[in-house]
């Protein structure tokens, strides 16, 4: 097969170190004043600046470590995480700009996830909206929080693409897709970072988890990853890439190996891509104490040895692990490493310090005045409810059950309609569960007292029946029946992947006696990942996925499931009918015996389970219809240096406003390797009043259907492609186009 165009992955920046030809002038201005306090720094000093340890303020790892105010002090550590407040901050800043031998200003590091103190959605939601403007915004106002609360460093955005709903950690992440999620990532850290780090309403952006943590071995967190380099590069890296590419200047290395070597020793991962191919300028620190892990994955006999391997990759700062305080001079002393190895990595962090402004100013971030003013403004509350609005998920509707209607007489039921601290989800930073309304208490402000009769009916884990007797007679009082369940919200994020993503407990039992009273029944469903609803699917009405949608879930749940908002949301990842069906995603290819044959026996399938999904990426309902013309084509040749315009019309079909992401995909029909039966190119939301069309346009260019070919050079390939386009994944209108 003819090569066609050959694309550098990455613009041909090839910047190792701090090489001061390749700089910029501006570049250049900062790194002469790195050198001017390098100049005055002992071994000592530098290897404190590599260094980041955890405050006693909250626990994110399996250690801690005590007496970090002395090591401030005496100039051993330059990086703190896990403090927040302005007063605190402010404390620990001073010990290092007024106590220590130089005055080299801190960063505070902190997972600022999905808010500081007004807490959005979980990103996964997030994702739903594919708003990229709203996603932006969300960190945008995370970032203005977390600033005027001390941290001018965020462990965000995650860019890891996972296909598994058992990794408990895809609830912080944007979905399974390469494409939406590097437009995600992007937008993550063009808001956390503004276009000026130096103005001190930003903060500094940490991309991880670098990489391909989204894969771990049967969901499992921390486990074994295992693809071959051709997955890892078109599908695992772009968003990383993105991040990269949008001007995030931190990168955190992930826990996980890769093809044999973990993550943090990888000069593969840390040096050659990343910073070779990449261009990546920041610093990367480790996860927490992902140095000292690699003894355990059996790379290195001990910290030290293991200390060699993090520093030779291109880990410039150790989270929490103590190694390089511990065993980095002495591998020096010992001719283990050069002395540049040292230099670049010191140099990169304080370089970062310098863009942050902390030399000039080194409390920027700690005023309380303007804490007292940021944490929960009236305008990040309102994003917070437009973000939350905007991630919902319409999964069913069967008879218009949705929306309710002001004054008909609900029954509320389950644990979760009540809880306030599950609505946030995990990773809450400063958020605080008592400082919002429940589902509950909303629902009862917009539809009144008499007219909202609660009842528990069971916890949201564990056998205890003995509620359901109330929640009967309570659903049996009232016209609908909304019952709210779904997992605790402990149930996804770090270290908490699951073997079986059915519904927990006896939630479902409830669901099946509540349908026995033949009521229309809404089930609201919270959860960090996608579940198994196959059950719920059934015995439901009405379905709406509501994440953990934040300090404002609960006025945006009352407000979608009373039509004040009209959801829009669509699925990032798929659902899938059952765990035996995991790994599941759209992009899969198409295998020698794909299901459609007519032979009964000899196909790619399953004996007890259809191969589609319950619910298929970039599936989500609204209160009203859309309806898609054929797509036409500008053109049905691509050149090498062409482009092609796809048009649909969209027409809102229904009795309600709405909006709509509409999705372009594409097939590369033969390939001197198999390519996948769908790719996202292109997506766009648009709104439409009741009768109203819009034409809806897509360019597809050349470059945007590059890959790693047969030799692993990045381009593309002529031949047939078919496109499509649609609201979702599966439910597409289809065209051919030829590419010379
Ligand atoms: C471990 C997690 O993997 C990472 O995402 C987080 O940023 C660090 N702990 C710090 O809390």
């Known amino acids: 097969m003819k090569k066609n165009i050959v694309f550098a992955i990455i613009a041909s920046i090839s910047l190792t170190g701090c090489g001061p030809s390749l700089r910029t002038a501006q570049e250049k201005r900062i790194d002469e004043r790195v050198d001017s306090v390098m100049e005055l720094m002992t071994l000592d000093e530098k290897i404190g600046q590599m260094v980041l340890y955890s405050s006693d303020w909250d626990v994110t790892g399996p250690s801690l470590k005590k007496g970090y105010m002395d090591e401030i002090r005496k100039g051993n550590c330059g990086n703190i995480f896990n403090a927040y407040t302005a007063a605190y901050t402010r404390k620990l800043q001073k010990i290092a700009v007024e106590e220590s031998r130089l005055h080299i200003p801190l960063l505070f590091g902190y997972d600022v996830i999905h808010g500081q103190k007004t807490i959005f959605p979980i990103s996964l939601g997030e994702s739903a909206s594919w708003d990229l403007a709203a996603i932006e915004k ?9 600033a005027a609360s001390g941290i001018n460093w965020t462990f965000a955005p995650m860019c890891d693409i996972s296909v598994d ?27 956390f970072q503004g276009d000026n780090l130096a103005d001190s309403l930003t903060i500094l952006a940490c991309v991880k988890h670098f990489a391909a943590y989204g894969a771990p071995l049967a969901g499992r967190d921390y486990n074994t990853v295992d693809m071959s380099r051709r997955v890892f590069l078109d599908t695992y890296l772009p968003p990383y890439k993105a991040a990269i590419d949008a001007g995030a200047m931190s990168v955190m290395s992930s826990f996980n190996e890769l093809d044999g070597v973990p993550a943090t020793g990888s000069r593969y991962l840390l040096t050659d891509v990343l910073r070779d191919q990449l261009g990546f300028k920041g610093f990367v620190v480790t996860d927490y104490t992902s140095i000292n892990e690699m003894v355990n994955h059996g790379v290195a006999d001990n ?17 929490q692990g103590d190694v390089y305080a511990k065993y980095l001079k002495k591998s020096l002393n010992e001719g283990l490493i050069p002395m540049k190895d040292i230099y670049d990595a010191v140099h990169r962090i304080l370089y970062v310090k310098f863009m942050l402004g902390l030399f000039d100013d080194p409390y920027r971030y700690c005023s309380e005045s303007r804490e007292k003013r940021e944490l929960y403004a009236p305008e990040h509350l309102a994003a917070a409810l437009d973000m939350a609005q905007k991630s919902m998920v319409l999964l069913k509707n069967d008879n218009k059950t949705l929306p309710l ?12 309609a009540n809880s306030k601290r599950d609505l946030l989800g995990s990773w809450i930073a400063a958020g605080d569960g008592n400082y919002l309304q429940s589902i509950l208490e909303e629902l009862k402000n917009y539809n009144g007292d008499a007219n909202t009769i609660y009842a528990e009916g069971c916890k949201k884990m564990g056998d205890d029946r003995s509620g359901f007797a109330a929640a009967i007679a309570a659903a049996r009082r009232a016209d609908k029946i909304v019952l709210v369940i779904g997992e605790s919200w402990d149930w996804s994020g770090e270290a908490a992947s699951r073997s079986n993503i059915d519904m927990p407990g006896v939630q479902t039992e409830l669901l099946e006696k509540l349908k026995a009273l033949n009521k229309p029944i809404v089930v609201v469903l919270m959860n960090g990942r996608p579940l198994t609803l196959t059950k719920e699917n059934e015995l439901a009405d009405a379905m709406l996925e509501a994440w953990y949608p934040g300090t404002m879930g609960g006025k945006a749940v009352t407000n979608v499931l009373f039509g004040q908002y009209n959801p829009s949301g669509k699925l990032t990842m798929t659902f899938p009918r059952n765990v035996g ?59 090498e240096k062409g482009e092609l315009k796809a048009s649909v019309n969209v027409t809102n079909t229904g009795n309600a406003a709405g909006e709509e992401v509409v999705q372009c995909y594409v097939r590369d029909l033969v390939g001197s ?5 769908k790719e996202l190119k292109g ?38 492609y078919k496109l499509f386009i649609g609201g979702n994944s599966r439910d597409l209108k289809e065209t051919k186009f030829k590419l010379d």
């Not at 008909?408 to 979760?416: F, N, P, Q, R």
Request: glycine fraction near 8%; include cysteine.
């Open 138 to 146: 969300s960190a945008r106002v995370s970032a203005t929080e977390a």
């Open 165 to 191: 709903p058992r990794w408990g950690r895809v609830s912080e992440g944007a979905g399974e897709d390469p494409y939406l999620g590097s437009k995600i990532a992007a937008a993550r850290v063009h808001g």
């Open 303 to 319: 910290d030290a040895d293991a200390g060699l391997l993090a520093i030779k990759a291109g880990v410039d700062m150790d989270m």
């Open 405 to 416: 209607v002001k004054g008909e007489k609900i029954a509320v039921i389950g644990e979760l």
């Open 673 to 677: 390797i198999t390519r996948p039966v």
């Open 683 to 720: 997506f766009e939301k648009i709104a439409l009043k009741v009768g109203e069309s819009k034409v809806v346009t897509f360019t597809i260019t050349p470059d945007m259907l590059a890959f790693h070919r047969l030799d692993m050079t990045y381009g593309t390939e002529p031949g047939d």
């Open 581 to 639: 069906q995991i790994p599941i995603f759209y992009y899969e290819k198409n295998s020698g015996r794909p299901i459609y044959l007519k032979d009964p026996k000899y196909k790619s399938r399953y004996i007890d389970c259809p191969n589609d999904p319950l619910f298929p990426f970039g599936y989500g309902l609204s209160y009203t219809t859309f309806a898609y013309s054929d797509i036409s084509l500008s053109t049905t040749d691509l050149t």
